[in-house]
């Protein structure tokens, strides 16, 4: 059985910079993108590349190959593994410890933070919650 650890994504919206991949662990979210639905941004602390397809099908196709991603708004989804700190009072995943110029975050659902720290906390017990 062949295991896949790579998501095939493009450098630009319209495919023209071909294809290259990226290991599912440099993943930090994914987002809708909202100038054009049915393409999804994956953020990495590289930048961001684009895929096609609904979010939801991302999450299970990912979540089946061992990875953790959740859901933490309506077309968001953060890589459990890649956070490091959780902002209570801002409801804000960040994926550094510490925030500086070149920090990454994603907001979270007010209405879903609750049940997404629940999950976090269980899943990857080093993050931190301020």
């Not at 096609?52 to 708004?73: E, K, Q």
């Not at 953060?78 to 410890?97: M, T």
Request: positive net charge; glycine residues 6%.
């Amino acid at each position: 059985m062949c295991t896949v650890n790579c998501l095939s994504v493009t450098a630009t919206p319209d495919g023209s910079g071909g294809i290259i991949t990226v290991d599912f662990q440099h993943i930090l979210f994914l987002k809708c993108n909202p100038s054009e639905s049915q393409s999804i941004l994956v953020h990495t602390r590289e930048g961001v590349y684009y895929i096609m397809g609904p979010l939801r099908y991302w999450v299970s196709a990912l979540n089946s190959t061992g990875c953790h991603f959740s859901i933490v708004d309506r077309g968001t989804v953060v890589n459990i593994d890649n956070v490091a700190r959780l902002d209570r009072a801002f409801k804000v995943a960040h994926f550094n410890v510490m925030n500086g110029p070149n920090s990454l975050n994603c907001t979270i659902a007010y209405h879903r933070y609750r049940l997404v720290e629940k999950e976090l906390v269980r899943m990857n017990p080093n993050i931190i919650v301020c």
